[in-house]
């Protein structure tokens, strides 16, 4: 009779478990700059221990992450593209959006700088002076939070910068890493994510030349993905990560983060 009833408990177990175990994990896509930099590496165990649930991260550029979590392979986004993730929240495909952190975007470059933009102000004149240089300059062209910001300015100044594709302008479709590895091998300019850049090893002769305008401001924000359009995604979950991420605990973590005793990112939900 116990070994009858050890073995109705078992397929119990094999039928329970999967569900139970689905609900016990959620999947982030989230861009290459929380992962890369180790931000999440060094927050998602905080959360794992309180909340009992195990996380996957899936760390592309945020159109790709947008992309994903369309077709149903997300729980919950954290990116940085506020304009997509408005319209991926108007289109349905989302909930409600919240703010979580922002740091800001660097135009780096060779320390000799043949397009003399070291110490400008302003990120769209530096943008123009590559331009009439003729300066190589290589863009992610990935449709990443970055690869938007960077249109956005080349758009401001009426460049139509893919017209010179392939010269001066070179399109890799790729993401940060490999683009600062290009610029530097290249003696090129790039914009990078300051998270990135200081958490990248390989910097070869690329400094940071311009920085601080108001616009390379790079927000980042969370959303949960809406179970009217993929009732099988863990809504549950992901709700709990971003009260968790939201609140004063991940808040608090990300404040926390350092790399080289530098703080990367800046916690701004409750803003």
């Not at 769209?124 to 863009?139: G, V």
């Not at 995604?233 to 790399?259: C, M, P, Y």
Request: hydrophobic content about 45%; glycine content about 8%; aromatic content about 10%.
């Amino acid at each position: 009779m116990k070994v009858w009833h050890l073995f109705l408990f078992g397929l119990m177990l094999m039928w329970q478990c999967p569900a139970a175990i689905a609900k016990k994990q959620i999947i982030i896509q989230s861009t290459t700059s929380t992962a890369n930099s180790g931000l999440l590496e060094a927050i998602l165990p905080a959360f794992e221990n309180t909340a009992g649930i195990k996380v996957r991260v899936v760390a592309v550029g945020t159109g790709q992450a947008l992309k994903n979590a369309e077709n149903g392979d997300a729980d919950v986004l954290l990116v940085h593209s506020k304009d997509q993730e408005e319209a991926f929240v108007a289109a349905g495909w989302g909930l409600q959006r919240f703010d979580v952190m922002y740091n800001d975007l660097v135009l780096v470059g060779p320390e000799d700088d043949p397009a003399a933009i070291a110490q400008l102000e302003n990120v769209t004149d530096a943008l123009l002076r590559i331009r009439d240089n003729k300066a190589f300059f290589i863009s992610r062209a990935d449709n990443s939070g970055t690869h938007m910001a960077e249109l956005r300015l080349w758009a401001e100044i009426k460049v139509e910068q893919s017209k010179f594709s392939g010269t001066w302008y070179r399109e890799i479709g790729s993401g940060m890493g490999a683009t600062l590895n290009m610029a530097g091998a290249m003696d090129a300019y790039t914009l990078s994510d300051r998270a990135t850049w200081l958490s990248f090893g390989n910097k070869q002769n690329l400094k940071v030349l311009v920085e601080g305008d108001p616009r390379l401001f790079n927000q980042y924000g969370v959303i949960a993905v809406n179970p009217d359009r993929h009732p099988s995604v863990n809504t549950e979950g992901a709700h709990v990560f971003i009260d968790w991420l939201t609140g004063e605990k991940g808040q608090s973590q990300i404040a926390r983060f350092r790399v080289n005793g530098e703080q990367l990112f800046f916690p701004n939900a409750e803003e």
